[in-house]
């Protein structure tokens, strides 16, 4: 039986061999100097080249669309005021006001009504009281302060770095793309970083207009999957935003014949979510401006409807992003140019190579 015909995997479809020391922990020093595999999807075919070599395989004509999500300081450190008991609280999303979905370390020790205090021993500037409790330990928190609540964070966040980094990042803005924008992602679109401002300018004077959408992270990105039946993994959902004027220049260069180049598995899934939505007759198949929340599933056997060519980085073993990909190559071709990457010496994850996958 062919699977790829069927397109019914497993989870342990999507594992593969990684050697620990291949998982980048720290960024390189010039963020374009990375290394770069190109993908043919169709053939399986691919070539190793550097990511300032981007350029030679975007046309006049095209569109490079990117997520200006900006990564917030979501990692808090508090005490609890009547034990004086450490707390660890990474804020997911805002969920409406001043209500955030949290994760809470230790969350046993948390219960609705419970207070954290935040600031330091002498002063506490934001105080959280738990609303509602959520699985994996996750928690409602209501937080009151003094102030402009995310001037407060950047005072006494941390950037909440993959569980997988365990060096300490020296310069924070390591962990934003230089187009970073609209603040709200607990974790980075990491195909972004390798962007700079230069190789931007050389995109764009060659004739390719950038785009950009915003789809807020959030650390579901990191949770692994664990029914060994793919199908009935729930995703999390995520925030999303594309203006009219986005919309507009995507269908414009969609009707002139221009490729739609989405940097990274965030852009992709705004995209895809979109063009499913608008994909049916009454919109002719083009994008409206559109804002909301995505659970969307990407696997083998999804049906692409908008993005022709995307940047990537490479992804942990049976995750949902190694899926993604693999619904727009086909597994074994995936599976083999990990392969070529880990024999390769590629640098893999949020700090490593990148990859440029096309048909």
Same mark, same amino acid.
């Given at each position: 039986?062919?699977?790829? @015909?069927?397109?019914?995997?497993?989870?342990?479809?999507?594992? +593969?061999?990684?050697?620990?020391?291949?998982?980048?922990?720290?960024?390189?020093?010039?963020?374009?100097?990375?290394?770069?595999?190109?993908?043919?999807?169709?053939?399986?075919?691919?070539?190793?080249?550097?990511? +300032?070599?981007?350029?030679?395989?975007?046309?006049?004509?095209? %569109?490079?669309?990117?997520?200006?999500?900006?990564?917030?300081?979501?990692?808090?450190?508090?005490?609890?005021?009547?034990?004086?008991?450490?707390?660890?609280?990474? /804020?997911?999303?805002?969920?409406?006001?001043?209500?955030?979905?949290?994760?809470?370390?230790?969350?046993?020790?948390?219960?609705?009504?419970?207070?954290?205090?935040?600031?330091?021993?002498?002063?506490?500037?934001?105080?959280?009281?738990?609303?509602?409790?959520?699985?994996?330990?996750? #928690?409602?928190?209501?937080?009151?302060?003094?102030?402009?609540?995310?001037?407060?964070?950047?005072? /006494?966040?941390?950037?909440?770095?993959?569980?997988?980094? @365990?060096?300490?990042?020296?310069?924070?803005?390591?962990?934003?793309?230089?187009?970073? @924008?609209?603040?709200?992602?607990?974790?980075?679109?990491? %195909?972004?970083?390798?962007?700079?401002?230069?190789?931007?300018?050389?995109?764009?004077?060659?004739?390719?207009?950038?785009?950009?959408?915003?789809?807020?992270?959030?650390?579901?990105?990191?949770?692994?999957?664990?029914?060994?039946?793919?199908?009935?993994?729930?995703?999390?959902?995520?925030?999303?935003?594309?203006?009219?004027?986005?919309?507009?220049?995507?269908?414009?260069? #969609?009707?002139?014949?221009?490729?739609?180049?989405?940097?990274?598995?965030?852009?992709?899934?705004?995209?895809?979510?979109?063009?499913?939505?608008?994909?049916?007759?009454?919109?002719?198949?083009?994008?409206?401006?559109?804002?909301?929340?995505?659970?969307?599933?990407?696997?083998?056997?999804?049906?692409?409807?908008?993005?022709?060519?995307?940047?990537?980085?490479?992804?942990?073993?049976?995750?949902?992003?190694?899926?993604?990909?693999?619904?727009?190559?086909? #597994?074994?071709?995936?599976?083999?140019? +990990?392969?070529?990457?880990? %024999?390769?010496?590629?640098?893999?994850?949020?700090?490593?190579?990148?990859?440029?996958?096309?048909?």
């Amino acid at each position: 039986m062919n699977k790829e @015909k069927e397109n019914h995997y497993t989870l342990s479809d999507f594992d +593969y061999d990684l050697p620990h020391e291949l998982i980048a922990q720290t960024p390189l020093k010039k963020r374009d100097s990375s290394r770069m595999l190109v993908l043919n999807a169709k053939s399986g075919a691919y070539e190793d080249r550097h990511f +300032y070599d981007i350029i030679d395989y975007l046309n006049p004509g095209d %569109a490079l669309v990117m997520n200006n999500s900006r990564v917030i300081p979501a990692r808090l450190h508090g005490w609890r005021p009547d034990t004086k008991g450490h707390v660890e609280v990474l /804020l997911l999303r805002q969920d409406h006001g001043d209500v955030w979905e949290t994760l809470v370390k230790p969350a046993r020790k948390f219960p609705v009504g419970s207070k954290i205090a935040f600031g330091d021993q002498n002063q506490t500037l934001i105080t959280g009281t738990v609303v509602g409790e959520l699985e994996h330990g996750g #928690r409602y928190i209501e937080f009151s302060y003094q102030g402009i609540f995310m001037e407060l964070l950047d005072k /006494l966040g941390e950037m909440p770095l993959p569980p997988y980094i @365990k060096e300490k990042l020296s310069d924070q803005e390591r962990y934003q793309t230089v187009y970073s @924008k609209i603040e709200g992602s607990a974790a980075a679109p990491t %195909a972004g970083l390798h962007w700079t401002p230069e190789l931007l300018d050389k995109v764009r004077a060659k004739g390719v207009k950038t785009i950009e959408l915003t789809l807020h992270v959030g650390l579901g990105t990191f949770r692994p999957v664990e029914e060994e039946d793919i199908d009935h993994h729930k995703m999390h959902s995520e925030f999303y935003q594309l203006s009219q004027q986005a919309a507009d220049e995507i269908n414009k260069v #969609r009707h002139d014949g221009g490729k739609i180049v989405a940097t990274g598995t965030t852009t992709i899934r705004t995209l895809e979510t979109i063009g499913h939505k608008f994909n049916g007759d009454e919109f002719g198949g083009d994008l409206q401006a559109d804002s909301g929340w995505t659970d969307i599933f990407i696997k083998p056997g999804f049906k692409w409807t908008t993005v022709d060519a995307f940047i990537t980085n490479f992804h942990l073993p049976k995750s949902t992003l190694v899926m993604l990909v693999a619904a727009f190559t086909g #597994r074994d071709n995936i599976l083999n140019a +990990y392969k070529h990457a880990i %024999a390769e010496k590629y640098r893999f994850f949020s700090f490593g190579d990148a990859m440029f996958i096309h048909k």
